[in-house]
């Protein structure tokens, strides 16, 4: 018999009984197609309600209106279609044992003007979102009217397909904005004082009421205290929750803070290097002071802090909801004693960068979230065993391990360094991403469980690859870092891996050269500002790092203004020469003739890897496939049956930035769905 866990006690909301205490917030991962939950949306649901959660909350957030077009790939829940849909993932997620609701809104200005229908955007004021950059309307009586119309009917929409409640949206869209003192300068019947302010949310929650009826769960998710001396702060906040709960809300899923720019939503939604749960006495503080169930999520990011949550009283329903797209059997992994199993989330927060950068959510380290339609989560038993030659112990590397290890393969990974992570280990070694060492950590660990063997300090080559007479080669040899882009003065500069891995400090006047976008020349140019080098980074981007999202760019910012780096954009390193005891970097622009000189002590470049591709190369001859994927069995998940080559003696296959200069997420998916057909 288990011990007592307050963390897995079921939990009642307004009748609708919840197994445990254990939630996916409310979140949008972009899944929908044509504005309806078909079944990728399900699916990614349904995963986590078989995974054991207690309570599933989809659509962050569902849209109510044509005037609040979707800005991230939202429901659209004025539309009558969307209630079979609906209807089909409550079922589906009923069945599997858990609660669902979902999450309703308008926008307001938190979308843009020129997508949907091209309707104006709609707000208390006439204030621009620093994050959209849409310019609204003001509201006028007739907008206001309109919209709680469509609100109650959108509820209507949500309980007719058989969903277990909804959670209105107040934090950062419409309903907020009335009520905040910040972005409210009307001087109407719903401007001025508190009781006018509120007029818009509560006529919105009373119609809502009305509209579901007594016995329909309405919650709320609100900023308790937007955090800014002109904003909404606690008592207030307070009050009007209050109000709200006179009018018939359930529970309230505590907010601090606002995210109308990148730097404030990453405070509400904070990336790895910041601390755990920096919330959640607030969240306490809040729930001692209201009558209503309290919910929570913020960076609680492991199950301690969770039980914490619950056992000290600060919060009765614990958000998880990125730790569950890490892993979605996190509850069910709790519930077996298997808390050392759940994969880590490490706060990356790529899967909302991933949003804005290739139009839907990604964990980066789970492939298999939000492909459920071809990508297992719990990986099936192979029909037959085989051996298994893994080369390189990487991140692509470790999840063909792990993954061919759980299919019952027997499998050897060979690893010319002294540990496991390849470039992962440069990447933690800056201290705000340090936590990305739990991608390696999780997969050396479950690799062993399923008896993997891993060898270090092995430079292989073929013999050494024929010698174990494999069935299946998976070449995941990484890359080097590529500074051949240079006219000349290759053999003059460092690259990001000199810096991060501490092989080179250089100090003085430091120029940092990024023509790969991604987070390795900021982490390099952050270090050496932090350690007193005089900074310039030069990219021949119109921006900066185009490939770093809007959750992880404020850090490097506020870095950057700290040390004084400074940028300069639309410049291409051409080459380097040395003049006296400096080096002179020649700079040229795409957009006008000519070149800029810069004199400085030492030049880091970043252009990305070149693959480590010889020893591939040289097993291709003796392969059965000749290294050939078949791409179709590959994005279908069927196995890879390429025979060309009847001398052949065992498959071959290369992943990661073996082939190309890629990312950690393209790594392990590239190993996953080739790994679990084999």
């Known amino acids: 018999m288990r011990a007592f866990d307050p963390l897995l006690e079921p939990f009642e909301l307004r009748g609708v009984r919840l197994r445990n205490r254990v939630v996916s917030t409310s979140h949008e991962p972009a899944y929908a197609e044509d504005g309806m939950p078909k079944d990728r949306y399900r699916l990614y649901h349904l995963e986590k309600a078989r995974g054991g959660v207690g309570l599933t909350m989809i659509g962050g957030s569902a849209v109510i209106s044509p005037d609040s077009p979707p800005s991230f790939g939202n ?9 079979p849909w609906l209807r089909r993932l409550t079922d589906d997620v009923h069945e599997a044992g858990a609660a669902v609701m979902c999450q309703v809104t308008h926008l307001g200005r938190r979308t843009s003007n020129y997508s949907g229908d091209w309707l104006p955007l709609v707000y208390p004021s006439r204030l621009r979102e620093p994050a959209h950059r849409s310019f609204p309307k003001v509201a006028e009586p007739w907008d206001i009217d309109r919209i709680v119309r469509d609100y109650a009917d959108a509820a209507a929409r949500c309980r007719e397909a058989g969903l277990d409640g909804i959670e209105i949206q107040h934090y950062g869209h419409l309903l907020d904005a009335f009520l905040s003192p910040t972005t409210n300068r009307r001087d109407d019947e719903y401007g001025g004082d508190l009781d006018h302010r509120l007029a818009f949310p509560r006529r919105v929650i009373t119609a809502v009421r009305e509209a579901v009826g007594p016995d329909f769960v309405v919650g709320i998710r609100m900023s308790m205290d937007e955090d800014r001396a002109d904003g909404l702060r606690r008592e207030e906040a307070l009050e009007a ?16 803070g606002t995210i109308e720019s990148d730097a404030t939503l990453t405070r509400v939604i904070p990336s790895m290097g910041t601390p755990s749960a920096p919330f959640l006495d607030f969240a306490g503080e809040i729930r001692a002071a209201v009558d209503v169930p309290v919910m929570h999520a913020s960076r609680i990011a492991d199950v301690a802090t969770a039980r914490h949550a619950v056992r000290a009283g600060l919060l009765d329903l614990v958000g ?18 298997e808390e050392d199993r759940i994969r880590p989330c490490v706060g990356a927060n790529y899967c909302l960068d991933a949003i804005y950068e290739s139009g839907d959510a990604k964990c980066l380290h789970n492939p298999a979230t939000g492909r459920e339609q071809t990508l297992h989560h719990v990986v099936p038993p192979a029909p037959a065993a085989k051996k298994a030659v893994v080369v390189g112990a990487g991140p692509a590397g470790l999840e063909a391990a792990r993954v061919l290890g759980e299919r019952g393969h027997d ?19 800056a201290p705000r991403r340090r936590d990305l060492i739990g991608i390696v950590d999780w997969r050396v660990s479950e690799a062993k469980l399923t008896g993997v063997e891993l060898r270090f300090g092995v430079y292989a080559e073929a013999a050494d690859v024929l010698a174990l007479d494999p069935d299946v080669v998976v070449i995941a040899t990484g890359g080097m870092p590529d500074r051949s882009f240079l006219a000349h003065g290759e053999n003059l500069v460092l690259d990001t891996w000199d810096v991060m891995s501490g092989d080179a400090r250089p ?17 390099a140019a952050e270090l050496l500002a932090v350690h007193g080098a005089r900074v310039e980074l030069i990219t021949p981007e119109r921006a900066l790092a185009p490939a770093v999202g809007g959750m992880n760019s404020p850090a490097y910012l506020r870095a950057f203004a700290e040390h004084d780096v400074q940028v300069t954009l639309a410049r291409r390193l051409h080459g380097v020469r040395r003049e006296g005891g400096q080096l002179v970097a020649e700079l040229v622009s795409d957009y006008v003739d000519g070149v800029v000189e810069r004199t400085v002590d030492h030049v880091v470049v970043e252009h990305g890897t070149v693959p480590v591709d010889d020893l591939y190369l040289e097993l291709v001859p003796s392969s059965t496939n000749l290294g050939e994927v078949d791409h179709p069995a590959l994005l279908a998940g069927r196995p890879q049956q390429v025979a060309t080559n ?16 890629r990312n950690i997420h393209a790594a392990t998916y590239d190993a996953l769905r080739l790994c679990q057909a084999i």
Not at 75 to 83: C, F, P
């Open 411 to 429: 499998v050897v990974v060979l690893e010319a360094g002294s540990h496991p992570g390849g470039q992962v280990l440069l990447a933690a070694a």
């Open 320 to 337: 998880m909801t990125r730790p569950q797209m890490a892993d979605p059997h996190l509850v069910a992994k709790t519930m077996r004693g």
């Open 507 to 523: 100090r003085g006047d430091v120029l940092v050269y990024d023509d790969n976008g991604a987070e390795p020349a900021l982490d």
């Open 75 to 83: 429901l659209l829940l004025y539309r009558d279609e969307v209630v």
């Open 646 to 661: 009847p001398e052949g003696r065992f498959q071959l296959f290369r992943i990661g930035d073996a082939v190309a200069s």
């Open 241 to 256: 929750l209050r109000r709200y709960t006179e009018d018939g809300i359930d529970f309230l899923s505590v907010i601090k």
